[in-house]
């Protein structure tokens, strides 16, 4: 499924799109790259993707990803979907903008779980809520750095510049490979302690979240 047509964040036609109780399975396989079950592209503010079972995405090179926010998505909601056996992440952004992405379930990812490419100087994503479990592949994928940034919250006004560091905001997640203990999981390159102390994850458990019969998937 395919939301939105314009590159970057220009204006866009494309809002207010609602994608929900989709069942999307067994796609890609093998032969396409750089796709997503659900994939969305430029501003879209009151767009919403909810409530959809995503399972078993294949690539051929690389993407074979869940949901998938490529070049200026913009002011979505993602929320209650279950995304599970993806050759690559579960949920992938290339470059977004101020996308909520709440109460998901992320699961079995081969390669990958979490993915962004490209750090810009606003919110990318708001990541709460959602558990993400996985017993293979890198959990925080390509490039979840932050960097600092200025911003003018008055245009006719210098002195009321800010300055911030933080480019996506992570908590309240549950995290969990039945196959490696903490101390061994790796948050973009840090312990998960140290990760906390980057103000990312601060009230985030790993934590067995309990599934039945997830082997089976």
Not at 135 to 146: A, C, F, P, S, T
Not at 149 to 157: A, E, G, I, Q, T
């Amino acid at each position: 499924m395919s939301i939105g047509w314009n590159w970057g964040y220009q204006r866009s036609i494309s809002r207010d799109n609602r994608i929900e109780y989709n069942h999307i399975h067994h796609i890609g396989q093998g032969l396409l790259s750089d796709m997503g079950a659900i994939y969305t592209l430029g501003i879209s503010p009151g767009t919403v993707i909810r409530n959809n079972l995503i399972h078993d995405v294949e690539a051929n090179h690389y993407g074979g990803w869940g949901i998938y926010n490529d070049e200026g998505s913009s002011h979505i909601l993602i929320e209650n979907n279950v995304v599970y056996n993806t050759k690559f992440a579960g949920y992938n952004i290339h470059f977004c903008k101020e996308v909520t992405v709440r109460n998901n379930i992320f699961a079995l990812g081969r390669l990958q779980q979490l993915s962004r490419s490209r750090v810009e100087p606003h919110k990318s994503v708001f990541f709460e809520n959602n558990v993400v479990y996985w017993k293979q592949g890198v959990l925080l994928d390509k490039n979840w750095r932050d960097k600092p940034y200025s911003f003018y919250f008055h245009p006719k006004n210098s002195s009321g510049t800010r300055e911030t560091t933080g480019t996506f905001d992570m908590d309240w997640n549950i995290y969990y490979n039945p196959n490696t203990k903490l101390e061994d999981v790796k948050f973009n390159g840090l312990t998960f302690e140290k990760w906390r102390e980057t103000g990312k994850d601060k009230n985030s458990k790993y934590a067995d979240p309990m599934f039945v019969d997830a082997d089976k998937f």
